[in-house]
């Protein structure tokens, strides 16, 4: 089914952001469909990072509206974005390297039985994880190694794969293979292809133009704050876009 | 599915193993020291020794179990001493001069040494202080309100021990000085305060942000995390852990004064440390910090059964704090 005949998940519309007299995005117009994957490239200074941070409820846009499933939201925290379905893998990672892998997966909201509700339920959180991460093919040395032990794939298909519980209908993804090596990387494309499958929307940052045409359904490129490509992988190449993010009258 | 259960609990097994050997270096060091103690003094392998040791380190271990949950989250609690004090004057005060009974008396002590430790941790939290600053100003400030609180007289002093409530009530006095089947009081005291720390600390979602705070402070707040509510809740935890301690200790020596435990934040530092728990945060275990205190009881009996010089404990326990952090960076670098 094309996606274009759907209803956008996630639709931005005319969004600006200003950190004083810096205009970071200019009415951008952006949207996510179900199960499509899309990659916001740019260089450095685009606005790729705050257009996500809008999304994620780290920043609020200073004009514009955002839609989620057709109704209107305003999302004021990651909070707010997760209770909506807004799942975010951090560039930073954000995992605590000194616990072992089902505390970092679920880290900040740990099952609890009882009914006093400080109780942590660690047979869950067990099986939980080692079900979700079987689910997506997630091999790890065992659960109970110490983050600080795995390496930087590892990492990030942990990252990756403790949003996936908590019904994430869009997942945002900070750059996912930045300090990965070129087998480590294919993993986590394979994730996300993985996620799309399993029904989620993914929005992927990325400068890797490999990357990119590897994974991505469609192609959003900003310059200087304002949209300037928004292109089916099918319909352009690699060249257009590099052409596309650093500004055509260059070339 | 049945395969996955399987993996579950090998997975189980293989903590305690590791944190065996993680934690084998003091319980060696207590076994090594107690070796050498035995056969250097006839009176050290008693029983009656042995419950001694467990008399004098049930204060440290109460205090120690806090630190160690102040130093997983990577802040550090120089006021314990202060806060014991505190608590245990007000406390002895209250029953002695005041008639309030053991339980109003005790209850007053516990609370406001909570209420103390819940502010060093909104100093710490909203006040953006470091711990290290923040607690070392609660140690003089609480040090000098107990000073304020019995007028630098011990509690119940002579001057007022012969009026009719003047005296501590029996039952501080048991559970400071009491056995119950041969076993100190204060010891059980401290075991259950141990057991209950490690309960908090492994069991609880409020144990696990402890640890998450201390492993990676962002990555804790970007899990919503409330990272400053829990550096509040933690040192307010060590309050009341310091107030328990403190009625351990008046009860111990049927007298309070506001110097007492002067230099215990060394100690339960020295415990913790030697347990094996991380210094900056995000690692660490209540038993291990037990073995510890034991070890530090052990140590300083053990010179004083062979007649050494009570100065000479204070230089040991000071090089051993510092030989036990370049062990455990040692073992760090080794393990990586």
Known sequence: MDPEARQPILSLRGISKYFGGVHALENVDFEVYPQEIVALVGDNGAGKSTLIKIVAGVYQPTKGEIYFMDRPVEIHSPHDAQNLGIETVYQELALIETRDVPANFFLGREPVRGRLGIFVDRKKMVEDTVRTLKDLGIVLPHLRTLVRYLSGGQRQALAIGRVMPWGGKVIIMDEPTAALGVRESRKVLDLILQLKEKGCSVIVVSHNMRHVFNVADRIVVLRGGKKVGDKKKNETTPDEIVKLIVGAEML | ?336
């Open chain 2, 1 to 336: 599915m049945a395969k996955d259960k399987v993996v579950v609990s090998t997975f189980a097994l293989i903590p305690s193993l590791r944190s065996i050997v993680l934690r084998g270096g003091s319980l060696v060091g207590v076994i090594a020291l107690s070796i050498a103690f035995a056969s250097l003094s006839p009176h050290f392998m008693t029983l009656s020794n042995w419950l001694n040791i467990l008399r004098q380190v049930a204060v440290v271990m109460i205090l120690a179990s806090a630190q160690t949950m102040v130093i997983i989250t990577g802040g550090i609690d120089l006021s314990v001493g202060s806060l014991l004090a505190l608590g245990g004057c007000l406390a002895a005060v209250a029953m002695s001069y005041w008639g309030w009974g053991f339980v109003l008396g005790s209850l007053l002590g516990i609370a406001v040494a909570s209420l103390a430790g819940l502010g060093s941790g909104v100093v710490v939290a909203k006040g953006k202080i470091p711990d290290f600053i923040a607690t070392l100003g609660m140690l003089g400030a609480l040090r000098g309100v107990s000073l304020l609180v019995t007028g630098g007289l011990p509690v119940p002093s002579h001057f007022t021990a012969t009026q009719l409530a003047g005296y501590l009530p029996q039952v501080l006095v048991w559970l400071g000085s009491g056995d119950i089947w041969l076993i100190p009081v204060p010891a059980i005291i401290g075991v259950v305060v141990v057991i209950i720390t490690w309960f908090i600390l492994s069991r609880t979602v409020f144990g696990r942000s402890l640890y998450a705070v201390g492993g990676n402070r962002e990555a804790a707040r970007a899990s919503g995390i409330d990272v400053d509510r829990i550096k509040i809740l933690v040192y307010g935890l060590s309050g009341l852990y310091c107030g328990i301690g403190g009625l351990v200790l008046v009860g111990r020596m049927n007298s309070a004064n506001a110097l007492m435990a002067e230099g215990i934040e060394l100690q339960t530092i020295a415990a913790v440390v030697i347990g094996g728990t991380n210094l900056f945060g995000g690692r660490g275990s209540v038993f291990g910090t037990l073995v510890g205190a034991i070890l530090m009881g052990v140590l300083s009996n053990g010179l004083n059964l062979l007649n050494v010089q009570p100065f000479w404990q204070r230089v040991v326990n000071g090089v051993l704090i510092i030989a036990v952090v370049v062990f455990d960076q040692w073992r760090r670098r080794l393990g990586e």
